[in-house]
């Protein structure tokens, strides 16, 4: 069965600071990725997404993605983050089909 | 387009009542999820349906849980009785799958307080 894990739990930085949010995967075929975030209060938004092509992704909010097939991670990434990044960030594993995993979350807090 | 429409946002009942939950999908998606949010288990996908039928509900936690659609734009989660511990917040999620990947278009939420 597929799982996905991701790195950390909590991750408090300051404004201006830059963010690497881990995730990995566990499943040996094709996968489809994505980040999502929950804004406090809010629902699941789509951050971006990893179908094919190019293994560095863009995304909404200065946000980005690089896949990296050999170690299993799709890690999330800002230079710079602001006050109202502060959320929770959710990474996903689609194997095909219906499927579909969600990790279980990292918080990030964002100090101005 | 509207988006996913969830119905109640906030439900508080009494143990032992039941509850019943709503979703509208987005027009035109053919797959719906119903998912639980808690602090100590996180995101937890209780079931989804394709083409208004069921194909896994392996994550509904027991027999007090029910889901149905009765058709491609509506669907029910329900809760008979329900208890504290099923206090959470109940996300529905829609997505149109088909030719290539897709992704899920989540609703705003139902938060449930049993106490």
């Known amino acids: 069965a597929q799982s996905v894990s991701q790195h950390n739990h909590h991750v408090i930085l300051s404004e201006a600071a830059s963010l690497e949010l881990g995730c990995n995967y566990s499943y040996g075929g094709t996968v489809n990725l994505f980040w999502y975030v929950q804004y406090p209060g809010q629902h699941l938004q789509l951050l971006l997404k990893y179908f094919s092509g190019d293994p560095l992704v863009k995304g909404?909010?200065?946000?980005?993605?690089?896949?990296?097939?050999?170690?299993?991670?799709?890690?999330?990434?800002?230079?710079s983050v602001q006050w109202s990044d502060t959320a929770e960030y959710f990474c996903a594993v689609n194997a095909g089909g219906q499927n579909f995993v969600f990790g279980p979350g990292t918080r990030l807090s964002v100090l101005p | 387009d509207a988006g996913?429409?969830?119905?109640?946002?906030?439900?508080?009942?009494?143990?032992?009542?039941?509850?019943?939950?709503?979703?509208?999908?987005?027009?035109?998606?053919?797959?719906?999820?119903?998912?639980?949010?808690?602090?100590?288990?996180?995101?937890?996908?209780?079931?989804?349906?394709?083409?208004?039928?069921?194909?896994?509900?392996?994550?509904?936690?027991?027999?007090?849980?029910?889901?149905?659609?009765?058709?491609?734009?509506?669907?029910?989660?329900?809760?008979?009785?329900?208890?504290?511990?099923?206090?959470?917040?109940?996300?529905?999620?829609?997505?149109?799958?088909?030719?290539?990947?897709?992704?899920?278009?989540?609703?705003?939420?139902?938060?449930?307080?049993?106490?």
């Open chain 1, 60 to 79: 909404i909010k200065g946000f980005e993605a690089e896949f990296i097939k050999s170690k299993f991670s799709f890690n999330l990434r800002k230079p």
């Open chain 2, 4 to 115: 996913v429409i969830q119905s109640p946002r906030h439900e508080v009942t009494e143990m032992g009542q039941e509850v019943t939950l709503r979703c509208k999908p987005i027009s035109g998606h053919n797959s719906l999820f119903w998912y639980r949010q808690t602090m100590m288990r996180g995101l937890e996908l209780l079931i989804y349906f394709n083409n208004n039928v069921p194909i896994d509900d392996s994550g509904m936690p027991e027999d007090r849980f029910s889901a149905k659609m009765p058709n491609a734009s509506f669907s029910t989660l329900k809760i008979q009785p329900s208890e504290p511990r099923d206090s959470a917040v109940y996300f529905c999620a829609s997505s149109l799958e088909g030719v290539g990947p897709y992704e899920q278009y989540f609703g705003p939420g139902t938060r449930l307080t049993v106490t």
